[in-house]
């Protein structure tokens, strides 16, 4: 076991062998003695008055242990699910939800009761037994039409259907407006989607009734969130409640926050004192894990002719579904970012919270950056249309280029060199000869179409000023860092993996940062009995601010190592000399004494004057600022003017994430990010019933997850600008395919169509919906006439 | 996505899996691949109470060609028919048919039976049975593929008879399959076949009416030596294609016409 320089290294990931064999330890997995597993009846309506539910078959039905509702869990639990602050504090109501519905249901897939059998097949079949009358209510579906006065009520016991409406300001929007030459309008549309992690939720429950300890194993990105709100709806304090995460099999943000579930099972299990385990099938995954997206975007931007960007004002209709997500208005961060990498005199976004009889809405990969940069992207191409200037062009010429740049709201760009990227994009693309080539195809009828997205990601969640403000809570990050005896080390974090592949990358930091063998650091998280309390993962923060808090306990653990050292080798502290986990004293480099051998002596006796035993340190780290990622894509597709069918031919992408601990980590991250921006652009849609509030892609053969079939092959590269944020110079990476995807692609298509006068499509670019545009040339009036003849 | 109780049995010859249909009476399902099934089954939208398992009958896993026909047995796996070199030189598009249906898992485990019964107009073997006029061969009698496909998801096998083969004519000549989706497993949004045979262009129509349809006004316009382009204006003739999640009625028409066109253009 050699002490190499492990940062920056291309490994592969130690958790592979274990996740690509099925030897992982998902929720599924696990078995507790005396198990019983509980399904839950789902509300099949939108919206209805439940005027009985009749458990009295399900309850008789062979293997049953229980049928519950909500009357027996009101005697186990109490509270609402919670609700966070999430860039908006003055939200115009916050309606409780409890984890199982009382009399109304207000979305299709809402807990209406829960049937625990002594199997899952006899849970399943009595669920169908369960009876319950409702009383369907009409359901309240269109974003506008529920914000009308009088409208149709979500519940029936809400003043309105407005979660919140809030102005972000950033500048004088007025004034910048004033001085426009040139303004272009456009409604562009974010819609829903579902997250789908290869696994589905999943919990087991198991309380301790003789000393009041309560055990959740569950599929999380955040254990000690879940160990907070859940045993606080118990009743119970932190210290009587543990949280255990193994492997979980993605999230994308859907599961950083406690469900209705959870709560569920901890109450059935101290109601019939058995370990509980409910699993969450795919079809309830679509109905009862949070949505992502699904907002409505008026934007108008204000320039100069000669392309100068002045205003960008904009009003944000989104969609929260029946109750407040945990996180429900974060996705208004898209109103502080949407001025994405350009400056601007002013930029101001109204948030409109709506209800609506879906279910809630909730982070999805991104959260917000991409909704924001789609609308930027989208506007600034738009601008550029109107004033007959290259994409390019338009962007080189609003580029930030001081750093750190205070963007119109004060958040400040710590760093950042857009026109790298931008350059290295265009070159690898071959831009010039794409849009030559684009010229010869439309000459034979074809149409090749070019986009760019050039983007800045805030990430890294959080300093816990701004942070603290904005989400209400500080989001710090923790980690121990412990070296035994015989010199292997263990390090405990707060940050909870879900495919990242920290396993590696902090084992990377750690082999660095003390000077030890990669082989000989463990990483534990998703414990909450061994971890520090941590904000989990989520948002692009897991190396950022996790990472850096362990190269600091790294830090301590090396000092205190030398103080030892000097004791040891009877000499001065600062004659001892510390290279890759080795002491000597200066000038004596034959004699040395690795980090591992100190630990012995750290152990042992004979410490100086005051020396405690051991050698570990605990770090918390609050962040100076956010990291501020950045990236140049180029998307190129050919559109079928006869079929409306999108070919996505090529897809370029130049990231920039500051210095990079894993160059194979990065770019799977790129990889998966960008197939699902451009899923987005392309493939995914949560569609329901106008009126009745049905679901109506409830299965994977309706909503299109696409495959590797469906993608073209990924050219990456890179840039380095490090951030100046951290010690590491690092930045996040895990939402930056996916922020700059959807833009591009679109972008793209909008480029093929422009010759039959097409300024925007909305996503999914469906191949109808693109037909009905290429007929109607966009249907805004501006069509030349040009090929609207459609002939096969 | 777990299915009501059933009984399960196996069958190992087609007198058996007969017997047993007899037996557990019209709730009973035979199945095979289960590939459309075992989806239906998992979220109750179907609740059979017995399934006779016939994955492992004999008597209809055979591929044979005999007096111009070539026959597919029942049990045949899409993945074999794709591969088999005697269908590539009997009836060719029907190994490039077989290669366009579901991926490698449906391929492995669906079965040319298994379309057949289903009767989904959205089956791909179903158009091609129909415009070549093969036959279903059951273990009553022989029924022309022209009167088998009723209506939506309706054939005319009876509760207990059981599709032992398929019995395509030998089609060597020009032939093409424009199969239309957004992803590459799906099911056709719109698909067109076209065969020219001894006797003329035959043309198939996927997913365009409430089972499999034949072109036959392409096929008429055709005879009369329509050029593709002119002959694809006569597609949408006698296309019932209903409005669902994945495109309108009036998308699926358009579609039908710009298909036709270049799988006639296109086949060789």
């Known amino acids: ?73 009101r005697t186990v639990l109490s509270g609402a699910v919670p609700v966070t602050n999430s860039f908006v504090a003055d939200k115009k109501q916050v309606p409780d939800q409890f984890f ?39 359901a309240v579906m269109d974003l506008e039409k529920a914000m009308a006065p009088g409208a149709a009520l979500v519940k029936r016991d809400r003043p309105d259907n407005i ?9 004088d929007i007025d004034a910048a407006f004033a001085e426009a030459e040139v303004t272009v309008k456009e409604r562009i549309t974010q819609q829903r989607l579902f997250p789908v992690p290869m696994e589905g939720r999943g919990c087991i429950a198991e309380f301790d009734e003789y000393d009041n300890h309560l055990t959740i194993w569950t599929s999380t990105q955040v254990p000690h969130f879940i160990r907070l709100f859940v045993g606080g709806g118990m009743g119970l304090a932190e210290s009587q409640v543990r949280v255990i995460s193994h492997d979980v099999g993605g999230g994308f943000g859907s599961k950083l926050r406690p469900y209705p579930e959870e709560y569920l099972a901890c109450g059935a299990s101290k109601l019939l004192s058995r370990p509980v385990k409910w699993i969450e099938e795919r079809s309830e995954n679509l109905v009862a894990t949070t949505h992502g997206r699904g907002q409505i975007f008026d934007v108008e931007v204000a320039a100069k002719r000669d392309g100068t960007l002045l205003g960008l004002r904009f009003t944000q209709i989104l969609d929260i579904g029946a109750y407040h997500g945990v996180f429900s208005a974060f996705q208004a961060v898209a109103c ?94 071959d831009y010039q000869g794409l849009r030559r080539r684009q010229q010869e195809m439309r000459a034979q009828g074809r149409y090749l179409g070019i986009g760019l997205c050039t983007y800045v990601e805030i990430c890294g969640l959080g300093p816990s000023g701004p942070t603290a403000a904005a989400a209400g809570v500080a989001l710090v990050e923790s980690s121990t860092v412990r070296v035994h005896p015989t010199g292997s080390v263990t390090v405990n974090v707060g940050t909870h993996a879900h495919g990242q592949g920290h396993d590696t990358t902090f084992a990377q930091i750690v082999a660095d940062g003390l000077g030890v063998p990669y082989e000989s650091v463990d990483i534990r998280h998703g414990d909450t009995a061994d971890t520090p309390f941590g904000y989990g993962t989520y948002g692009s923060r897991s190396l950022a601010v996790g990472g850096i808090s362990i190269l600091k306990s790294c830090q301590k653990v090396v000092e205190k190592a030398r103080r030892l050292a000097a004791h040891v080798f009877e000499a001065a502290e600062e004659d001892i000399v510390h290279e890759r986990g080795s002491y000597h004293v200066k000038g004596s480099p034959d004699n040395a004494k690795t980090i591992g051998e100190l630990a012995f002596a750290a152990h042992g006796a004979g410490l100086p004057e005051g020396m405690e035993h051991g050698l570990e340190a605990v770090t918390y780290f609050d962040p100076p600022n956010f990291v501020w990622p950045f990236g140049a894509h180029i998307c190129v597709v050919e559109v079928d003017q006869h079929t409306g069918a999108v070919e996505v031919q090529r897809y370029i992408a130049v990231d920039d994430c500051g210095n990079v601990i894993n160059p194979m980590i990065v770019d799977g991250q790129i990889h998966g990010g960008i197939a699902q921006g451009l899923s987005q652009a392309l493939f995914e849609e949560v569609r329901y019933d106008d009126e009745s509030g049905q679901l109506l892609t409830g299965t994977f053969l309706d909503y299109l997850v696409p495959t590797i079939a469906e993608m073209p092959h990924f050219e990456t590269d890179r840039t380095v600008t490090p951030s100046p944020t951290n010690e590491l110079g690092v930045k996040g990476i895990g939402e930056a395919g996916t922020i700059a995807a959807s833009a591009a ?25 693109i037909l009905e545009l290429i007929h109607n040339g966009g249907g805004d009036g501006h069509n030349p006439g040009a090929g609207r003849e459609v002939t096969a | 996505m777990i299915p009501a109780p059933f009984d399960y049995v196996t069958a190992a010859t087609v007198d058996e899996a007969v017997g047993h249909l007899q037996r557990f009476g019209d709730d009973a399902k035979l199945i095979a691949g289960g590939q459309s099934l075992v989806p239906l089954m998992r979220l109750r939208l179907a609740q059979p109470s017995a399934l006779v398992d016939i994955s492992r009958m004999r008597g ?12 597919v047995g029942a049990g045949v796996h899409h993945a074999d028919i794709e591969r088999s070199p005697a269908v590539r030189d009997a009836l060719p598009l029907l190994a490039a048919v077989a290669h366009e249906v579901g991926d490698n898992q449906v391929r492995n485990l669906g079965t040319m039976g298994g379309v057949i019964a289903h009767g989904d107009a959205a089956g791909d073997y179903c158009a091609l049975a129909l415009m070549l006029d093969a036959e279903i061969v059951t273990s009553k009698r022989r029924h022309a593929a022209s009167g088998f496909f009723k209506d939506v998801f309706t054939t005319a096998l009876e509760p207990d008879e059981v599709v032992t083969a398929v019995r395509f004519p030998v089609a060597t000549g020009a032939h093409a399959y424009q199969k239309f989706r957004r992803r590459l497993f799906d099911w056709a949004i719109a698909g067109v076949m076209v065969q020219r045979t001894e006797a003329g262009w035959r043309v198939g129509y996927v997913n365009l009416g409430p089972t499999a349809v034949r072109g036959a006004g392409v096929e008429q316009a055709l005879a009369q030596g329509a050029a593709p382009a002119e002959a694809a204006r006569r597609a949408t003739q006698g296309l019932e294609p209903r409005d669902d999640v994945r495109a309108t009625a009036a998308y699926k028409r358009h579609l039908a016409t710009v298909l036709t066109q270049r799988a006639l253009e296109s086949a060789a």
């Open chain 1, 1 to 73: 076991m050699a002490v190499t320089s492990m940062i920056g290294a291309r490994i592969q990931r130690r958790e592979d062998p274990r996740l690509v064999t099925g030897h992982g330890t998902y929720i599924d997995d696990i078995t507790r003695p005396h198990m019983v597993h509980m399904a839950v009846v789902r509300s099949p309506y939108a919206h209805a008055a439940i005027r009985s539910i009749d458990v009295s078959r399900a309850r008789s039905a062979p293997g049953v242990v229980a049928a519950l509702t909500a009357a027996d869990f």
């Open chain 1, 100 to 138: 199982i519905a009382e009399g109304e249901v207000a979305y299709q897939g809402e807990p209406v009761a829960v049937v625990v059998a002594g199997d899952r097949y006899a849970a399943a079949d009595a669920a169908q037994l369960v009876h319950v009358d409702y009383e369907p209510l009409p």
């Open chain 1, 163 to 171: 979660g919140w409406d809030t102005v972000f300001a950033g500048g």
């Open chain 1, 336 to 429: 502080l970012i949407a001025g994405g990498c350009y400056g601007w005199k002013a930029v101001n976004g109204r948030s409109i919270g709506v209800f609506t009889n879906r279910t809630s809405t909730d982070p999805y990969r991104g959260a917000g950056r991409p909704e924001g940069t789609h609308l930027c992207e989208r506007a600034v191409d738009l601008m550029a249309r109107e004033l007959g200037m290259d994409p390019v062009e338009i962007r080189r010429k609003n580029f930030v280029h001081d750093f750190p740049h205070p963007n119109n709201f004060g958040l400040v760009y710590d760093s950042g060199d857009y026109d790298k990227t931008l350059n290295r994009a265009l070159e690898i693309a």
């Open chain 1, 745 to 769: 692609v679109i972008n793209a298509v909008v480029d093929a169509l422009s010759p039959f006068g097409v300024r925007h499509v909305e996503m999914p670019a469906r191949p109808d919906r």
């Open chain 2, 60 to 71: 209809a896993d055979a591929i044979t060609r005999e007096d111009g026909h070539l026959s």
